[in-house]
Every structure is written in structure tokens, then in C-alpha cells.
């Protein structure tokens, strides 16, 4: 509600002519210094998106008239940590990584740098402590399909596992016994595993099943089902599953097959970024 201005006779101050019940608002007037710094910041503000990079356009924004970028600002720190760190990064890209020293200052730089690397490209599927999980590959432990020798390593981490990008990537592949064996012999082949493996088994269908593992699974995983690191074939008589090893996991790893695919990274990172990430891994505990 609006009345006319009147003076308030207890402040000596104008009121701006509204009543809220009862309730009248004093016109008084800002300080001069608060509105002179106010102003102040509105043409700071102003001037700041001239300067600095700010307005936005089609594709990216104005670049500012003082050129200012963080991400050149970035780029040149790193340039600079890279300009100090080249003489370790190229000796490391030019090891024998199996006589690399451990007291070597380049195994140390190796290793420290192979942990960022990690985090940045492998821990999404291995995990940030390189655990693993169903499916991608525990790196502490000392059960390596393909070998956990520093080269074995560097051959896997450059080239990748079945993959169709590198010529040279590892390859293995499990047929799907689904069209090859009838259901009761699967049933009997994956009593025969859980036997091997030390597990609670159908005893009287591992017997019928030692004879269908012999002819069908022993080619790759030996005849002892100790797997074979020449053929990426897992060794089926510990307690390291890649997929599960209760009865069902088995099952459907017989029945259906698995086929992992890990990226070769021979083309994305540097080679010093490849030995480093080798040593990191390796160093975990679980290299051979």
C-alpha cells in the first residue's frame, strides 16, 4: 500500500510513502562510499571480460586482450616439469627393463610415474588398487595368464588382449561348448573342475568328467588343468577366477565361453609411460 511521503518525527527521516500494516519504510539513502564501491566492481567486472577470456561464442570464447589462458599456463608447467625430467623419462624409454636396477634412480622415476599412469588409464577396469574385479585382472596376485615377467608385462600393456586395433596383440579364445558338448557333459566337465580346484563336487560325474576334460579342455589347459601362459589359458587347480569359480560361473563359462578385450596401449602412450607402467605393476607384489 502507497501513501504519500511523509517525515518520520522519530528518525527525522522521509519515509518512501509505503505502509505495510501499520509498518512505514524510511527512505534512507545508501552511503556514498557503499555505492561508489559498488560501481566500482560493476566496471571491474565489465573491464575483466575484456581482458580475460570470458564472453562465450560458437566455438569456445573471446580470448581476452591480455591473452591470458589457464590452459596454456598448465601446459607450459607441465612442459617445464617434463624439460626437467627428460634425461630420467628418455634413459627409462631406452632400458632393458630385466636388468633395470632396483637402486637405478630411473627404476624409481619409472615407478613413480607408472602410478599416475595407472590411475589415469588402467584403474577403471582394474581398479584404483589394482584389485580387479569379475572379469579384469587381479595385478597383486602371482596368477598371470599371459605371464607376469616385466617384458610379458610390457608386451601386454603395449599390444593389448584380443583386440582388432594391434596386429600383435595377444590372442586366446574359448569356444562356447554350448554346440560342441550335450548339457549332461557340461555338468559333468564342470564337477570334474570344482574336483581339480578343491572344491565340494559331484564325485561320480568329475569321474565321467575327466574323460570329457581330456578330450575337449586339456589342449589349452593341460592335463592337469594347470592352464598354459603360452596360450593365455588360466590355470584351473588354484583359487583364481577371473569370472567366478562356484558351479554356475563354471557353467556358464563352459557353456557360453568368456572374451575379455583390453585396448592396446603401445599407441597412446609414450614409451617411457609404457616401461613406467610396467614397473608399477610389476612392483605391486604379483609380478613374477
Given at each position: 500500500?502507497?501513501?504519500?511521503?511523509?517525515?518520520?518525527?522519530?528518525?527525522?527521516?522521509?519515509?518512501?510513502?509505503?505502509?505495510?500494516?501499520?509498518?512505514?519504510?524510511?527512505?534512507?539513502p545508501l552511503p556514498?562510499?557503499?555505492?561508489?564501491?559498488?560501481?566500482?566492481?560493476?566496471?571491474?567486472?565489465?573491464?575483466?571480460?575484456?581482458?580475460?577470456?570470458?564472453?562465450?561464442?560458437?566455438?569456445?570464447?573471446?580470448?581476452?586482450?591480455?591473452?591470458?589462458?589457464?590452459?596454456?599456463?598448465?601446459?607450459?608447467?607441465?612442459?617445464?616439469?617434463?624439460?626437467?625430467?627428460?634425461?630420467?623419462?628418455?634413459?627409462?624409454?631406452?632400458?632393458?627393463?630385466?636388468?633395470?636396477?632396483?637402486?637405478?634412480?630411473?627404476?624409481?622415476?619409472?615407478?613413480?610415474?607408472?602410478?599416475?599412469?595407472?590411475?589415469?588409464?588402467?584403474?577403471?577396469?582394474h581398479g584404483a588398487?589394482?584389485?580387479?574385479?569379475?572379469?579384469?585382472?587381479?595385478?597383486?596376485?602371482?596368477?598371470?595368464?599371459?605371464?607376469?615377467?616385466?617384458?610379458?608385462?610390457?608386451?601386454?600393456?603395449?599390444?593389448?588382449?584380443?583386440?582388432?586395433?594391434?596386429?600383435?596383440?595377444?590372442?586366446?579364445?574359448?569356444?562356447?561348448?554350448?554346440?560342441?558338448?550335450?548339457?549332461?557333459?557340461?555338468?559333468?566337465?564342470?564337477?570334474?573342475?570344482?574336483?581339480?580346484?578343491?572344491?565340494?563336487?559331484?564325485?561320480?560325474?568329475?569321474?565321467?568328467?575327466?574323460?570329457?576334460?581330456?578330450?575337449?579342455?586339456?589342449?589349452?589347459?593341460?592335463?592337469?588343468?594347470?592352464?598354459?601362459?603360452?596360450?593365455?589359458?588360466?590355470?584351473?587347480?588354484?583359487?583364481?577366477?577371473?569370472?567366478?569359480?562356484?558351479?554356475?560361473?563354471?557353467?556358464?563359462?563352459?557353456?557360453?565361453?568368456?572374451?575379455?578385450v583390453m585396448p592396446?596401449?603401445?599407441?597412446?602412450?609414450?614409451?617411457?609411460?609404457?616401461?613406467?607402467?610396467?614397473?608399477?605393476?610389476?612392483?605391486?607384489?604379483?609380478?613374477?
Amino acid at each position: 500500500m502507497s501513501n504519500p511521503a511523509e517525515h518520520d518525527p522519530v528518525t527525522g527521516t522521509d519515509t518512501t510513502g509505503h505502509d505495510w500494516d501499520g509498518i512505514r519504510e524510511l527512505n534512507t539513502p545508501l552511503p556514498r562510499w557503499w555505492l561508489w564501491t559498488f560501481y566500482l566492481t560493476i566496471f571491474w567486472g565489465i573491464g575483466y571480460t575484456f581482458a580475460y577470456p570470458a564472453w562465450p561464442l560458437l566455438q569456445g570464447a573471446t580470448p581476452g586482450l591480455l591473452g591470458y589462458s589457464t590452459r596454456g599456463e598448465v601446459a607450459a608447467e607441465i612442459a617445464a616439469v617434463d624439460a626437467r625430467n627428460a634425461e630420467l623419462a628418455g634413459r627409462l624409454a631406452s632400458a632393458d627393463l630385466a636388468t633395470l636396477a632396483r637402486d637405478d634412480p630411473a627404476y624409481h622415476f619409472g615407478v613413480a610415474g607408472g602410478a599416475a599412469v595407472f590411475r589415469a588409464n588402467c584403474s577403471q577396469c582394474h581398479g584404483a588398487g589394482a584389485a580387479g574385479a569379475p572379469g579384469y585382472p587381479n595385478l597383486l596376485d602371482d596368477a598371470w595368464l599371459w605371464g607376469g615377467t616385466p617384458e610379458a608385462i610390457e608386451y601386454t600393456v603395449r599390444h593389448g588382449i584380443r583386440n582388432e586395433t594391434d596386429e600383435d596383440a595377444r590372442w586366446s579364445e574359448m569356444p562356447a561348448f554350448k554346440d560342441i558338448l550335450e548339457k549332461t557333459d557340461i555338468t559333468a566337465v564342470v564337477e570334474y573342475v570344482l574336483s581339480i580346484s578343491q572344491q565340494d563336487n559331484d564325485a561320480a560325474l568329475a569321474a565321467i568328467g575327466q574323460d570329457i576334460f581330456a578330450d575337449n579342455c586339456s589342449s589349452c589347459h593341460g592335463a592337469a588343468g594347470r592352464g598354459d601362459q603360452q596360450q593365455g589359458a588360466p590355470d584351473l587347480t588354484d583359487a583364481i577366477w577371473l569370472y567366478g569359480g562356484d558351479r554356475d560361473a563354471l557353467t556358464h563359462t563352459v557353456r557360453y565361453a568368456r572374451f575379455g578385450v583390453m585396448p592396446p596401449w603401445g599407441g597412446r602412450l609414450s614409451e617411457d609411460e609404457i616401461k613406467a607402467v610396467t614397473l608399477y605393476v610389476h612392483q605391486l607384489g604379483g609380478g613374477e
